[in-house]
C-alpha cells in the first residue's frame, strides 16, 4: 500500500552520468525521490535499502568543476525546493 512505503528509502539509480558525474537516486515512496550527483564515491548499490545517518556516498566535484554536492529533491518528479526539508 501507498502508507506502508512511506519510508521505502530505496536506491533505484547509480550510474556515471555525463555532465553530473556519479549519481545516485533513492526512491523515498509515496513519489519522493532524492538525486545526488557529484560523487567522488558511490557507498550502496541498485536496489539496496537505506537508512537515515548510513554513509550512502561521498561527496566530490561536478564534471564541470565545482566541489561538493548535487542534491535534488521530487516529488512525482517534479523538482521541489529542498530548503523546506534540510535543517
Known amino acids: 500500500s501507498a502508507a506502508s512505503d512511506v519510508y521505502k528509502r530505496q536506491v ?3 550510474a556515471n552520468q555525463a555532465g ?3 549519481m545516485m537516486i533513492i526512491d523515498h515512496g509515496n513519489g519522493y525521490m ?3 550527483a557529484g560523487l567522488s564515491a558511490i557507498h550502496a548499490g541498485n536496489g539496496s535499502r537505506v537508512n537515515a545517518g548510513q554513509n550512502i556516498a ?3 566535484t ?3 568543476g565545482e566541489q561538493g554536492l548535487y542534491l535534488e ?3 512525482r518528479n517534479k523538482i521541489m525546493n529542498p ?3 534540510l535543517r
Open 34 to 36: 532524492s538525486v545526488y
Open 20 to 22: 553530473y558525474g556519479n
Open 83 to 85: 530548503l523546506v526539508w
Open 12 to 14: 533505484v539509480y547509480t
Open 73 to 75: 529533491l521530487r516529488y
Open 62 to 64: 561536478l564534471p564541470a
Open 58 to 60: 561521498t561527496s566530490g
